[in-house]
């Protein structure tokens, strides 16, 4: 009677383990992804600078 109930309560805790654990990876994975999402405007102002020094270079030439 013991056994079954400490089995069960093992299964429980390992459950409620894996779900905590999914639960912070995919809070992790969100924090990662808005972290990432205010890159792409720096990436575009170099961008628009390549561009800039580009035309530069064809009108000299």
């Known amino acids: 009677m013991i056994d079954i ?3 069960q309560s093992i299964g429980i ?4 383990l894996g779900v905590i ?6 809070r992790r994975m ?5 972290a990432n999402n205010s ?4 990436i575009n ?5 390549i561009i800039e020094l ?6 000299q030439i």
């Open 5 to 7: 109930l400490i089995a």
């Open 13 to 16: 805790l390992l459950l409620l």
């Open 21 to 26: 654990s999914f639960a912070l990876f995919i």
């Open 30 to 34: 969100l924090i990662n992804t808005k």
């Open 39 to 42: 890159d792409p405007s720096d």
């Open 45 to 49: 102002k170099k961008l628009d600078k």
């Open 54 to 59: 580009l035309e530069k270079q064809d009108k």
